[in-house]
């Protein structure tokens, strides 16, 4: 902003000066710009420094003051100037740094600003502040953006210049936060709309913050210069007799810096690449915060020489009054008084760290020469020197930077989370290949052994051929021999006879024993297929092994035991054949041995009738869940029907879920609800479907085998209130995953579950309010995560006015799932508009208040307060919750 003096019109150039002493405190060496702090110094101590800065005279002052010395004498040499009280006797004042009216912009900048913003890149906090009467200079000296002029930038533009040249862009940042304080409220000067701005206190540390603040994150120059051409403009100012352009508010610039220390972040970044999975190592990287503030007070002014009135001297009124605090705060912090009045004004409140506190102070008091205004000159001269007795005690602040670490450990655990999947990957092909070539094994084997039987089948009925033959034969022989020969070879018969039973039984036994054995080893096989071959290839193919050498063994016991059958085939009908023999030649009996297999088909009779007997609810443990499901393909109507709710009462228990799905039963179920007309099975399937669908992995199978559709269909050729029940419980149940929202309306689910309201039945009506809640949950949830934009699915397909029509249902099942279904749909601000539209807001007002249950009303109330648009509309119908 312009200013009325010399400086701020900038007519007048200032010749370049030779650099003066280094206006640095005395800070340890380990503090200072060239180094880094050492971790045993806490704080050191350091005096405000104040430097006085002469305005050359203006136009009028050389016109009116022509004939009279000007009222200072300056002494740059000495860092001193002198206050004549007339022309004989004057007042000596000693300062930091004196400057004449020909001092350039940057001899004030290096010697003023620049050790403040060096310490503030080291860490430390620290405060540049222009101090004096209205129109001396301080607006030209602090907030100078030099657009006509480069060298006649102000200390704000020459800071950034420093502070962006000694940064790492990759590492470190700045923002920025320009305010101004205006008849004692705190406004954004970035964002006027934002015009009372609180200050907080840290009760703690004493730190002030002003959270309503904008802060603009700075990357370049050009940036920043923007940022000041927008507060400049918004800035207040006021034509006044001492000056054109007169600042009627305190500005103030907020320049928060953020840097990693170089060192402590290699030692993390060595850590990092030593070893990569022992997070237990991680060290945080340190973090260094500095704040830098700049300060361009308003002018200190009489209104008798300003000539303000009306609304300006309530401004001049409450400048004064700020500045008038914060001189006495100075007085007693000079003074070491128990009692610092922080609290009189904002602007001391806001200064408090720059005086007394952490702060490195400079201080810059600019004056003018004209003899008129001596009075305020000789005051600003004297709240330098109070200024100049104040100690404040500088602390570096450094802290661990946790965010930084967190976003490395993210990353490194991204990393290892996709190499695992690839392991994993790699892991799951390796398993399917071995498993697959192990069915292939047990296929051939299979193969092999049915060829193998095929053909000691058929060698079987050649011996047993040949065996008649010579029976035969033996038979022609023996009618010739006597009857004692006769039955002492029927005696001899029937002993060998006994004995290849006993031999058959024993090799049967040995037989069914193998193959359990190989059954075991089969579910053995199959079981370690399915938990993912835990044991390694070298496991599967000792399996392999273990499995052919029982197949061969097997094969051996077949081929022993089709023998044995032969040989007793062959002795019993010779001995039958002998045995006649006797009989006719005698009275004639039979053979003991034959009567001996009548308990045997005893046996069998008995365990059929028990089979008969079992009950349908044990089924499966009798002829396996296999066999069930094969019933499901029977041409008998009433078989299917039996078997289809065994499958469904099984399919209710969870435990059997999984067993079903693998057997390909959830398959059967969805070919029974697309092919069969009878309505009894297509309503047992829908539900056992539904009882599938209650597991999240079995609902991505039914999505996948098409299951949405059929469901769809049958949705819409029912009648049955049952079976329509069914239906929209399987689909509500699908309706409560996430991952599948798209496909399940792209498909036709949504639009199949609003088509069943057309059933009144309370059940159904019941069963679709359950789906829209699950739903309108699901949608809720993805738009808080970001992965939903847009209107919901449900206002898209005309579900609004049907939930607001049953949001008050008499059936408290249905009212309770509406009123859910209402509340996740108004969380998302996109569908308020709508919602307020079609009447929801009152139902979302009704539930806050009469809903019986607490956690929905809660929820409700939550939506409301936190939604603009429903605030904005119920203020504008003035209702209150």
Known sequence: MASGGGYRNGTQKAPSLRT??????????SASSNGRRSSTIDAVYGRVRVAVRLRPRNAEELAADADFADCVELQP?????KLRKNNWDSDTYEFDEVFTEFASQKRVYEVVAKPVVESVLDGYNGTVMAYGQT???????????????????GIMVRSMEDILANICVETDSVSVSYLQLYMETIQDLLNPANDNIPIVEDQKTGDVSLPGATVVEVRDQQSFLELLRVGEAHRYAANTKLNTESSRSHAILLVQIKRSVPGKEADFSAETDHSSHLATNYKPPMLRKGKLVLVDL????RVNKSGSEGHMLEEAKSINLSLSALGKCINALAENSVHVPVRDSKLTRLLKDSFGGTSRTSLVITIGPSPRHRAETASTILFGQRAMKVENMLKIKEEFDYKSLSKRLEVQVDKLIAENERQQKAFDTEVERIRLEAQKHVIEAERNYAEALKEEKMKCQVEYMDSIKKLEEKWSLNQQKPTNNARIDGTCITEEVSELKMLLQNEMQIRKAAEEEIDKLKDQLHMFTKSGLAGGKFDILNLQS???????????????????????????????????????????????????????????????TNGERSSITNLHEQVGLHKILSLLESEDATVRIHAVKVVANLAAEEANQEKIVEAGGLNSLLMLLSNSEDETIRRIAAGAIANLAMSEANQELIMTQGGIALLAVTAADAEDPQTLRM?????????????????????????ALLGMVRCRHPDVLSQVARGIANFAKCESRASAQGQKTGRSSLIEDGALPWIVQNSNNEASMIR??????????????????????????????????????????????????????????????RIEL
């Not at 040499?77 to 100037?81: F, I, M, N, T, V």
């Not at 308003?298 to 002014?301: F, K, Q, R």
């Open 20 to 29: 003066s002493s280094s206006f640095k405190s005395k800070l340890p060496p």
């Open 77 to 81: 040499e000495l860092k001193r100037l």
């Open 135 to 153: 129109g001396t200079g301080k607006t030209y000296t602090l907030g100078r953006l030099g657009d006509e002029d480069v060298s006649a930038r």
């Open 298 to 301: 308003a002018g200190s002014e």
């Open 546 to 608: 273990m499995l052919e050498e029982e197949i061969r063994q097997k094969k051996r016991l077949e081929e022993e035991v089709i023998v044995l059958r032969s040989q007793f085939s062959q002795l019993t009908m010779e001995a039958g054949q002998r045995t006649s023999y006797l009989d006719r030649s005698r009275s004639g009996t039979g053979l003991p041995g034959l009567d001996s297999l009548s308990p045997l088909r005893n046996l069998h009779c008995k365990d059929a």
């Open 727 to 751: 239906v929209a419980g399987a689909i509500a149940n699908l309706c409560g995953n996430d991952k599948l929202q798209t496909r399940l309306r792209s498909e036709g689910g949504i639009k």
């Open 816 to 877: 309770r799932h509406v009123e859910l279904a209402l509340c996740h749909l108004a969380q998302h601000e996109v569908n308020a508009r709508d919602m307020i539209g079609g009447g929801a807001l009152w139902e979302l007002i009704r539930i806050s208040r009469d809903c019986s249950r607490d956690d929905i009303r809660s929820l409700a109330r939550r939506t409301l307060t936190s939604s603009l648009t429903f605030q904005a509309e119920m203020r504008r119908l």
